[in-house]
Nanobody, 124 residues
């Protein structure tokens, strides 16, 4: 059974940095996409970055140039380095995974595995 576990959420001031981690276990496919989503109460879950098994990445315009997604295949862990954080980045951040070939999907419904979420709060 695939399990995803996020960590690294915290409260920081505007302009600060955080690194989120997503530890994966139980996944046996060699082709996959992993992604970071975020959600604030009352709004839809938003995809912000994805990384495929071949290392290709995509970013939402709202985080491009500030956030970096990466993966350590030995540790089965995905990361999200978040720099120049803004109050509007405040959200619960989720990691997600799906067996996939080609360009990573962008919709939450396309992902079959989810972590429990980690809270990021950015104060002005």
């Amino acid at each position: 059974q695939v399990q995803l576990m996020e960590s690294g959420g915290d409260s920081v001031q505007s302009g600060g940095s955080l690194r989120l981690s997503c530890a994966a276990s139980g996944y046996t496919s060699n082709t996959y996409c992993m992604a970071w989503f975020r959600q604030v109460p009352g709004k839809e879950r938003e995809g912000i970055a994805s990384i495929a098994f071949d290392g290709s990445t995509t970013y939402a315009d709202s985080v491009k140039g500030r956030f970096t997604i990466s993966q350590d295949k030995v540790k089965n862990t995905m990361y999200l380095q978040m720099n120049s954080l803004k109050p509007e980045d405040t959200a619960t951040y989720y990691c997600a995974a799906v067996g996939w070939r080609g360009l990573c999907p962008t919709l939450p419904g396309d992902f079959g595995y989810w972590g429990q979420g980690t809270q990021v709060t950015v104060s002005s």
